[in-house]
C-alpha cells in the first residue's frame, strides 16, 4: 500500500475502560477512574471530533469511510456508572456502550472478583479457604487474592457460585446496575453483550459457550433493543477465544466481537478480533493526546 493510501484509509480507535468512581485510589487493580478525570476524557474525545457509537463508527469502517473514528465502551457495567458517568455522558451528549455480564444485572450479586478482593485483609478467612479448596497461598494476602482470582476466571459459573458459598461476604459490594438501571440508562448509551457469567470462553465446552453467548445476547436485546451485535470477550486477550466461539457469535447474529488486545482498528481488520485501548487511572488524558494527536 502506498503511502498516499495509507493517510486515506479509515481507522477506528476503540478506547474502554471499567468502573468510574470518586473511590479509584482504594483499587489497587487500578481499573477504576474518578469521575473528574472521566469527565476530561470525554471532552478531550469530543474536541478531537468523530466520537461515534460503536455500531455506527464500525459501519463507516466496514464501509471504507476513510476518517477516523473513536469509540468509548465501559466493561462490566458497574453500578458506579448510574451516578457517576452517565450524567456526564448525558450533559455532554457523549456516546458510549456498557457492556454488562447478564446474570450479574439479573441477580444483584457482588462480582465474584470483588468477592475476593474483600479478602485482601482477611488472612485467616484466605488460610481456612486455601485448606478447604486446596488452593495454595502466596507470599501476601494480596498476591494470593491476585492468583486466585487469575484462576477463578476460567471456571465456570457453577463452580464459582459453589466456591463462594464458602464465603461469608456482605452483599453490598460492587456489582452491576440492576434490570431498572440498565433499561434506564440515557439515550447516548447503547448496552453490549458481555456473555452471562463473565467466564472466559475458551475455558467452556462447545455447548456451553453457545448456550453463554445466545442467552446473554438475548437479555441484552430485550434490554435494549438497539444493542449493537459486537461482543466484549471477557478477560479479552489472545488465547481466552477460539474459532468455534466466533462460530457461536456468528449464529447468535453477532457482526463483530472486541478483544482487549491494544492497537486501531483498519477496514481490513479482523471483525471477530478488533482492538481495544484500555484507559489507565491518572494516565487517560495523556494516552488520548499521544494516540489521537
Same mark, same amino acid.
Given at each position: 500500500?502506498?503511502?498516499?493510501?495509507?493517510?486515506? /484509509?479509515?481507522?477506528?480507535?476503540?478506547?474502554?475502560?471499567?468502573?468510574?468512581?470518586?473511590?479509584?485510589?482504594?483499587?489497587?487493580w487500578?481499573?477504576?477512574?474518578?469521575?473528574?478525570?472521566?469527565?476530561?476524557?470525554?471532552?478531550?474525545l469530543?474536541?478531537?471530533?468523530?466520537?461515534?457509537?460503536?455500531?455506527? %463508527?464500525?459501519?463507516?469502517?466496514w464501509? +471504507?469511510? /476513510?476518517s477516523?473514528?473513536?469509540?468509548l465502551?465501559?466493561d462490566?457495567?458497574?453500578?458506579?456508572?448510574?451516578?457517576?458517568?452517565?450524567?456526564?455522558?448525558?450533559?455532554?451528549?457523549?456516546? /458510549?456502550?456498557?457492556?454488562?455480564?447478564?446474570?450479574?444485572?439479573?441477580?444483584?450479586?457482588p462480582?465474584?472478583?470483588?468477592v475476593?478482593?474483600?479478602?485482601?485483609?482477611?488472612?485467616?478467612?484466605?488460610?481456612?479457604?486455601?485448606?478447604?479448596?486446596?488452593?495454595?497461598l502466596?507470599?501476601?494476602?494480596?498476591a494470593?487474592?491476585?492468583?486466585?482470582? +487469575?484462576?477463578?476466571?476460567?471456571?465456570?459459573?457453577?463452580?464459582?457460585?459453589?466456591?463462594?458459598?464458602?464465603?461469608?461476604?456482605?452483599?453490598?459490594?460492587?456489582?452491576a446496575?440492576?434490570? /431498572?438501571?440498565?433499561?434506564?440508562k440515557?439515550?447516548?448509551?447503547?448496552?453490549?453483550?458481555?456473555?452471562?457469567?463473565?467466564?472466559?470462553?475458551?475455558?467452556?465446552s462447545d455447548?456451553q459457550?453457545? %448456550?453463554?453467548?445466545?442467552?446473554?445476547?438475548?437479555?441484552?436485546?430485550?434490554?435494549?433493543?438497539s444493542?449493537?451485535k459486537?461482543?466484549?470477550?471477557p &478477560?479479552?486477550?489472545? +488465547?481466552?477465544?477460539?474459532?468455534?466461539?466466533? &462460530?457461536?457469535?456468528?449464529?447468535?447474529?453477532m457482526? @463483530?466481537?472486541?478483544?482487549?488486545?491494544? @492497537?486501531?482498528?483498519?477496514s481490513?481488520?479482523?471483525s471477530?478480533?478488533?482492538?481495544?485501548?484500555?484507559?489507565?487511572p +491518572?494516565?487517560?488524558?495523556?494516552?488520548?493526546?499521544t494516540?489521537?494527536?
Amino acid at each position: 500500500m502506498s503511502q498516499s493510501n495509507e493517510r486515506e /484509509a479509515g481507522r477506528c480507535i476503540i478506547f474502554f475502560l471499567h468502573r468510574i468512581s470518586p473511590n479509584a485510589e482504594t483499587d489497587r487493580w487500578g481499573l477504576t477512574i474518578d469521575p473528574a478525570e472521566f469527565e476530561q476524557v470525554i471532552q478531550s474525545l469530543l474536541d478531537f471530533g468523530n466520537l461515534l457509537p460503536l455500531s455506527e %463508527a464500525l459501519e463507516r469502517l466496514w464501509q +471504507g469511510d /476513510a476518517s477516523t473514528s473513536t469509540v468509548l465502551t465501559i466493561d462490566d457495567g458497574y453500578r458506579d456508572l448510574v451516578e457517576y458517568a452517565f450524567p456526564n455522558l448525558m450533559r455532554h451528549q457523549a456516546p /458510549a456502550t456498557v457492556f454488562v455480564p447478564s446474570y450479574y444485572v439479573e441477580t444483584g450479586q457482588p462480582f465474584w472478583w470483588e468477592v475476593l478482593r474483600w479478602l485482601d485483609d482477611k488472612p485467616e478467612m484466605l488460610q481456612r479457604l486455601s485448606t478447604r479448596w486446596h488452593w495454595p497461598l502466596s507470599s501476601s494476602p494480596e498476591a494470593t487474592v491476585d492468583a486466585w482470582c +487469575g484462576h477463578m476466571k476460567y471456571l465456570s459459573l457453577e463452580k464459582r457460585e459453589e466456591l463462594l458459598e464458602d464465603i461469608d461476604y456482605p452483599f453490598d459490594l460492587p456489582g452491576a446496575m440492576s434490570i /431498572a438501571e440498565t433499561t434506564g440508562k440515557p439515550d447516548v448509551c447503547s448496552i453490549g453483550c458481555h456473555g452471562h457469567s463473565h467466564t472466559v470462553l475458551s475455558s467452556l465446552s462447545d455447548n456451553q459457550s453457545m %448456550a453463554e453467548l445466545e442467552y446473554s445476547f438475548l437479555q441484552v436485546c430485550q434490554w435494549d433493543r438497539s444493542a449493537p451485535k459486537v461482543f466484549a470477550y471477557p &478477560n479479552g486477550e489472545k +488465547g481466552d477465544y477460539r474459532d468455534t466461539d466466533i &462460530n457461536h457469535l456468528q449464529t447468535v447474529g453477532m457482526c @463483530g466481537a472486541l478483544t482487549t488486545t491494544p @492497537g486501531v482498528n483498519l477496514s481490513d481488520t479482523d471483525s471477530f478480533q478488533l482492538r481495544r485501548i484500555g484507559l489507565e487511572p +491518572g494516565k487517560a488524558l495523556a494516552q488520548i493526546e499521544t494516540i489521537l494527536r
